[in-house]
Structure formats: structure tokens, C-alpha cells
């Protein structure tokens, strides 16, 4: 009988990593985590701005200005992508 | 006794109010107090500083005040997760601690950072090998926990600001921080 195992895939940078003394190994990818940091500004936002009655909107409304910001981040980048490209 | 008024016309003719009745002690104790001025809510702000959301909490907005403590609490967090507590500098990037330093924790990090480069520093040239405690934050890493933890103590100045001028959650009962009146009561 087979002896029952587990292997849980890390990247080798991370097994090393020891959390809030050392920094995360983040070579790539690191774009991805504007993602996170808009929507918590949407979420502090919405939750200061909406009255008591609507509190419970919270959700839709701060998705709904996270991906407003993103959406407009991501016009702007490639706006600035093609203005640089023609000129 | 022969001097008091005994009809409405004596009243009036004596200078007393014809509709009012005869002023009481009892009907002076049960007068409302009238607030002083707008509320500020120094203690809240000062509890919202100390913990994000906690003034909200204070105030008897506990849903506001624990979104607050979980976003903010986690944008700080993810900061140091992503670039340890070498982001957080007041010696070497005081700009940056001014917007970090709205999260009043990130004052114990930057002291607890302080000791562990101090104690680096004090054993480097005597030991061969020294291992550091720590790794300082260089490039992406840093920018990034940098921004969340200053975007963190941005977003908690909004709220403590927020706290400062919201009134408790119900007017009625009494607000131990308001601080402009007496009995706490706003209205």
C-alpha cells in the first residue's frame, strides 16, 4: 500500500522566505497587485461616503468604483502606449 | 397668605405669564440641556488613530468601523507582508512616515526596525558571518510595501476625520466622547 503523501508546490525563493523580515520574491507579476490596493481605497471610500440606509450596497458600490479606477488606469496606459508608439 | 395671586388677571397684573404655569424646582431638574457647539469627536479620533475603525466602533457605527479596521488593517498589513518592516523608515524616508505614521503601529514597527539595524550595525565588524535579522527592501518590493503602507495611514486619516464630525449612532444615548457637554448628551 502506498503511503499517503502530499506535495505542495512553492516557488524555491519562497520556501526561504521568512514574512515581515524579509521582502516577498517578486520578480514578475507585480502589476497585479494594484488590483488589491484599488479596491480597498474603493471599499474605505464607499464605506465613509454611504449613508446608514445603504450600508448595505457597500459591495456592489465599492466592485463597481474598483472597476471604474481599473478600467480608467488601463485606458490611460494604452492611450499612453499608442501616443508613445506614433511619436 | 394675603400676597399671592389667586386669579389669571393677578398673575398678569404681577408680571407672570398668563399661559405658564408656576415655576418648579422639579420641572427645572427635567429640562432638556442644550449642546454647546457642533461635536467633536477628539477621543474617538484619537481610539481611530490607535486601531483603524476603533473610533468608528467607539461611536456605535460597528459595521463602518469594522470594514475600516479589515481594509486598512489589511492594506498595512500587505504592505509589510510584501516588503518587511524595512519599508516602514523614519530615519531613511521620513516623507514616506508621514503617511505611514496615520496607523499608529507603524510607529512600534519603525522602532523595531530601528533595534535590528542597530544590532546589525553593532555586530559587523566583530563576528565574520553576520546574518542580519533582516533583509532591507530594495526595488519593486519596496515601492510596493512603501505604497500600501502609506496609502494605509492616508486612508486612516480619512476615516479619523470621518470619526471626528460623524455623530453617534443613536442621538439618544449617551456619548462618552462627544465632550461638549456634561451629560454627552448630542443632539
Same mark, same amino acid.
Given at each position: ?19 515581515? *523580515?524579509?521582502? !516577498? /520574491?517578486?520578480? =514578475?507579476?507585480? #502589476?497585479?497587485?494594484? +488590483?488589491? @490596493?484599488?479596491?480597498?481605497? &474603493? ?11 445603504? *450600508?448595505?450596497? !457597500? /459591495?456592489?458600490? =465599492?466592485?463597481? #468604483?474598483?472597476?471604474? +479606477?481599473? @478600467?480608467?488606469?488601463?485606458? &490611460? ?11 | ?187
Amino acid at each position: 500500500m502506498t503511503p499517503w503523501t502530499t506535495t505542495v508546490w512553492m516557488p524555491a525563493p519562497m520556501l526561504a522566505w521568512r514574512p515581515f *523580515l524579509e521582502p !516577498l /520574491p517578486i520578480d =514578475s507579476g507585480w #502589476l497585479w497587485l494594484s +488590483v488589491p @490596493l484599488v479596491l480597498g481605497v &474603493a471599499v474605505v471610500y464607499k464605506t465613509i461616503k454611504l449613508p446608514q440606509a445603504n *450600508l448595505r450596497e !457597500l /459591495p456592489q458600490e =465599492s466592485l463597481k #468604483l474598483a472597476a471604474q +479606477v481599473l @478600467l480608467f488606469m488601463a485606458f &490611460a496606459a494604452l492611450l499612453l502606449t499608442t501616443l508613445t508608439w506614433l511619436f | 397668605m394675603s400676597n399671592a395671586p389667586a386669579t389669571i388677571s393677578d398673575n398678569v397684573a404681577s408680571g407672570a405669564s398668563a399661559t405658564a404655569p408656576p415655576h418648579t424646582p422639579q420641572k427645572a431638574s427635567r429640562r432638556r440641556r442644550e449642546p454647546r457647539g457642533p461635536g467633536v469627536n477628539l477621543a474617538a479620533a484619537v481610539l481611530g488613530w490607535a486601531l483603524p475603525g476603533l473610533g468608528h466602533i467607539a461611536l456605535g457605527h460597528t459595521t463602518r468601523g469594522l470594514v475600516l479596521a479589515v481594509t486598512i488593517g489589511s492594506i498595512w498589513l500587505g504592505g509589510l507582508l510584501i516588503g518587511g518592516v524595512s519599508v516602514i523608515d523614519r530615519r531613511d524616508h521620513p516623507a514616506w512616515f508621514i503617511g505611514q505614521m496615520m496607523v499608529a503601529p507603524s510607529w512600534v514597527v519603525d522602532r523595531y526596525h530601528d533595534r535590528l539595524r542597530q544590532a546589525w550595525n553593532q555586530r559587523v565588524g566583530t563576528e565574520p558571518r553576520v546574518d542580519r535579522g533582516y533583509i532591507p527592501a530594495h526595488g519593486k518590493p519596496e515601492e510596493l510595501g512603501t505604497l500600501y503602507t502609506a496609502l494605509a495611514g492616508l486612508l486612516n486619516l480619512l476615516a479619523i476625520i470621518d470619526v471626528l464630525y460623524r455623530k453617534p449612532a443613536r442621538s439618544d444615548e449617551v456619548n462618552v466622547f462627544a465632550g461638549d457637554d456634561e451629560t454627552g448628551v448630542v443632539a
